[in-house]
C-alpha cells in the first residue's frame, strides 16, 4: 500500500514538473519582506502603502482602490491557482486582474472576503506567460488592507473517461409509482433503470451505467455499479461493486408518490451512498435524467442560469463570450431556486431537490456530457462552490471525503405536468415548496423618509438643482441634468418627514429642482428607470402634459413596422446587441414600446390612439409560452433573458385588461408575471440575512462579458 501511494504521489510530482516548464519555479510575493512591497503602486483611491512585520498594508482613501505590482513570468499553457492571504478592515468583493498590456475586466476574477480576519483564499486563474502583471483590488472604501503573502501552484484537472453512451432501460418486473399525469416506472431492484412519464409518454430515463470516481493514493479510479437484479423489496433500487483498493460502494434509491396538484404531479426520490471504507469521492450522480433522446426540446429552465426557447443551447455564448458561458455544472449560488425543467410536445419534466453545499446542478441541452442524444438534467456529488470546479465540467479540482460507515442522503423530487412553457413547473415549485416570508427592511418609516432625504439632499447624486441617474467615480455618462421626477419625490418625503428642519430643506429643493424643468418636460423629466405621469398633475402643469402625451403616443405608434414588430437597429459604428439572437425582434423590446404607447395614449385620452396602441398589444400575442427577453439593449443582448422584459408584458398586458376588461389580456399579465419568478432568489443564496427577493435581473453580461 505505501508502495503504491509513493508511486502515485511521484507520478504527480513529475506531471506538475513537467507542466511548468521543467521544473521551473512559479512566481511568489512574500509582503513580509519590504523590499517586495516597494515594487507593488498605490495606483488609484489608495493614500499609501505601507510595509509591516503583517504584510503590505494599503492604506483605502476612495470608491476604487487599485494596487498594480511589478511583472513576472509565468509558464506558459499551465492553469494555475492563486492563493492569497489576507486581513482586510472591510468585508466584500476583491479582484485580480491579471495582464500584460492593460487590465481588463474579462481577465480578472473576483472574490469574497470576510472583514476582520485572516484568510487564505484560493482562486483560479487560466494560463498566463512571461511578462504579466498583477492588479489588486482590495474591498471597501476606507481602511486598511493586509496582503500577507500571494503563492501560486499549478491547477490540475481531472481527466473525465469516455463516458458510455446511455441507453433507454427495458423495463421488466415494473413497479409504478404514479401522481397525477407524472408517473415513474421502476425495473424491479436495478438501481437507475426506471423511465418516467407524463400522459402516459416516456420524458426521461434513469442512467442505467451507473459509476463512482474516486481519488485513491493521488490516482483517479472508478468503479462500475452493479444494479441488483429481481424484483424490489419494499419499492427500494440497489446498486453495488467493490472497487479496485478493496471498498464495498453500496446506492440505494426509493421513489415514493407525493400528492398531485393542478399544475402536475410529483414522485419524491430519496437517495443513499455507503461506502465501508473511507474515500474522496469525485463523481456520483444521485440522479440523473436524459430527457427528450430523439426528440427536440421546447422550453428549458435552470432556475437563475438557463432560460431557452426551442432555438437555444445551454452554455451557449448567446448572452456571455468566454469561460462564463459554460455553465452545465453551476456554482450552486447562481440558482435563484432549485428547479429544472424542459419541455417537450406540451409535456414538462423537472427535478426539484433540498439544498446541499454536496451536491449541485447538471443541465446540458442538447446533452454534449454524455452525448445521449437528447438532454441531461441531474445532481451530483460533489457539489459546485464556483471554486472547486470549472463550471462546465462533471469533475471538480479534488474529492470530498465520504467517511466510512457515514451515509450520503440525498432528496430529490420528479416534476411533471402538462404545458407549453416552463411556467407550469415554476407554478408547482411554488406551489410545493410556498414563498419564503417577506425580508424586513429593519427600518421604522421615520428612518426609510431620513435616509432617502439626506440621499437626494446631500450625496453626489444632487448637483444644485439638477440631478443625477447614479454616481461612481471615474463614470461621466450619468451626468447631473433636470430631473421633475425628483421635485415629487422631495415633496412626498417632505410631507412625511417628522423633522421640521429636513422637512423645509426638501420643500425648498423640490422647488428649485422643478423650476429647473421647462413645463413642457414635466410628463417625461426624471433619473428614474420607471417613471409615472405624476408630476404634471401634482404641479398643475397638465395643458402642456396633454400636447406631449398626444406627440409621445403617436412617436410610439410610428415604431412599429407593418407587422407589428419593433425590429431592433444597432447603432452604426457600435456593438451590434442584436447579432445573438435568431429574430430582429424581442419580447422586451418590443413590450416597453407598446407600455409607452398605452400610457401616452391613456393620458392624453384620445381613444384612437388607445385603439391602436390596443392593437400593437394583440401583436404581443406571438411571443406567448417564450422566455423574457431583450428588454435592455443599450447594454446587454438582445437574446438574453431577462426580469424586465417580464415587467414591460406584464405592464402592457395590466392595461390592456383595464381599459377592455378582457380576462385573457389579465391571462397573459398572470403567465408573464410568472416568467419573472426565476430571476428571484426564493432560497437564501448565502448564511446572511440579505439574499432572500434580490434578482439576478438578466441571465448573461452587459456586452456579453
Known sequence: MLLRMLAGLCCLAVCATVACGQGSRLPRFDFTDASEVQQWHPTHDIRSIEATPEGM??????????????????????????????????????????????????????????????????VPLPALGPGYALRFDPPGTSGVCIVSSIEFEQRVLLKEPAWPKPTAPRITQVVRHASGPLAVRQSGARYGHFEVLVEGRRVAFGNTRPRIGYLH???????????????????????SA?????????????????????????????????????????????????????????????????????????????????????????????????????EYDGRYVGITWKPDPRVCAVYDTPDRLFKSGGHVMGLLVPGSDGSNRVEGNLLPYGGMRLIAGQPLT??????GGMGKSMVPAVQQYVARKGLPPLPRTGLPEADVVRLMAHGYLDSKIRQGALYRHAYWPG????????????????????????????????????????????????????????????????????????????????GALSRFEPDGSIPYRA?????????????????????????????????????????????????????MNEAPRGAQTWEVPLHTPDILASAHLVRAYVLGYELTGDRNLLNSAVYWAWTGVPFTYLVNPTRHPVGLYATTPVLGATQWK
Open 242 to 342: 467493490r472497487d479496485a483498493d478493496g471498498a464495498l460502494w453500496m446506492v440505494e434509491q426509493r421513489f415514493a408518490s407525493a400528492k398531485a396538484l393542478p399544475v402536475g404531479g410529483a414522485i419524491d426520490v430519496t437517495t443513499t451512498l455507503r461506502v465501508d471504507k473511507t474515500r474522496e469521492v469525485v463523481f456520483f450522480a444521485p440522479l440523473l435524467l436524459f430527457a427528450g433522446v430523439g426528440q427536440e426540446r421546447n422550453t428549458g429552465l435552470l432556475a437563475g442560469v438557463e432560460y431557452l426557447d426551442k432555438l437555444d443551447t445551454s452554455s451557449s455564448e448567446a448572452d456571455i463570450i468566454g469561460p462564463g458561458s459554460k455553465r452545465q455544472v453551476p456554482d450552486n449560488l447562481k440558482l435563484t431556486f432549485p428547479l429544472m425543467a424542459q
Open 410 to 415: 440525498h432528496q430529490a423530487t420528479l416534476l
Open 217 to 239: 493514493g493521488g490516482a483517479l479510479k472508478w468503479v462500475e455499479l452493479k444494479p441488483q437484479q429481481g424484483p424490489a423489496q419494499a419499492g427500494v433500487a440497489v446498486a
Open 571 to 623: 447603432t452604426p459604428g457600435q456593438l451590434d446587441y442584436g447579432r445573438t439572437h435568431w429574430a430582429k425582434d424581442a419580447n422586451g423590446l418590443t413590450a416597453q414600446v407598446v407600455v409607452s404607447a398605452l400610457e401616452a395614449a391613456i393620458f392624453c385620452g384620445d381613444k384612437a390612439l388607445i385603439g391602436q396602441a390596443l392593437q400593437r398589444l394583440s401583436a404581443l400575442d406571438k411571443f
Open 57 to 122: 498594508a494599503i492604506h483605502i482613501s476612495g470608491s476604487d482602490p487599485y494596487s498594480v505590482g511589478p511583472r513576472r513570468d509565468y509558464p506558459s499553457g499551465v492553469p494555475l491557482w492563486l492563493r492569497i492571504r489576507l486581513k482586510s478592515d472591510a468585508g466584500g468583493t476583491a479582484q485580480i486582474f491579471y495582464f500584460t498590456t492593460g487590465s481588463t475586466e474579462e481577465n480578472s476574477v473576483r472574490f469574497g472576503v470576510q472583514a476582520g480576519e485572516w484568510q487564505t483564499l484560493r
Open 475 to 554: 463614470i461621466e455618462q450619468f451626468g447631473p441634468h433636470p430631473a421633475a421626477d425628483v421635485a415629487l419625490f422631495l415633496e412626498w418625503l417632505a410631507r412625511r418627514s417628522p423633522a421640521p428642519d429636513l422637512a423645509e430643506r426638501l420643500r425648498k429643493a423640490s422647488a428649485e429642482a422643478i423650476a429647473a424643468v421647462p413645463a413642457n418636460a414635466h410628463y417625461h423629466s426624471g433619473v428614474s428607470h420607471v417613471r409615472y405621469p405624476a408630476v404634471p398633475l401634482a404641479f398643475r402643469t397638465t395643458e402642456e402634459a396633454l400636447t406631449v402625451a398626444r406627440g409621445a403616443a403617436e
